[in-house]
């Protein structure tokens, strides 16, 4: 299983998880009663009840690069292409907009050195 903080404006927004069955996404109940909670995507409004399906969320999958890009992140990291989870995790912990979105283990990592 691969697990991601997804983070709003650096405000940890929620969870994104892939398993065998398909992937999760679950808003963090902190962040659903904190004043200004807003989606990270208008495809993912707010809400308590967790987000499933059998591909990636659309919204999620358009953070990873492409073209140029995303052949220098499959062949530096060694991540085939259609691991989308993976390229998410490699590549978009500081990508362009408001969302961005960690692996868990090296959120817990930024953490200790804090």
Same mark, same amino acid.
């Given at each position: 299983m691969k697990t991601a903080i997804v983070y709003l404006y650096d405000r940890l927004a929620g969870r994104l998880t892939e398993d065998e069955n398909g992937f999760t996404f679950l808003y963090? *109940?902190?962040? &659903?009663?904190?004043?200004?909670?807003?989606?990270?995507? &208008?495809? &993912? *409004? &707010?809400?308590?009840?967790?987000?499933h399906d059998t591909v990636l969320f659309p919204f999620f999958d358009g953070l990873i690069p492409e073209g140029w890009l995303l052949n220098i992140a499959e062949k530096s990291w060694k991540i085939n292409q259609r691991d989308r989870m993976s390229l998410l995790l490699a590549c978009c912990k500081d990508c362009i907009g408001a969302v961005s979105v960690v692996p868990e283990q090296d959120d817990k990592e930024e953490e200790r050195e804090e």
């Open positions: 963090d *109940p902190d962040f &659903l009663a904190s004043d200004g909670a807003e989606a990270v995507s &208008l495809t &993912l *409004p &707010l809400t308590d009840k967790p987000y």
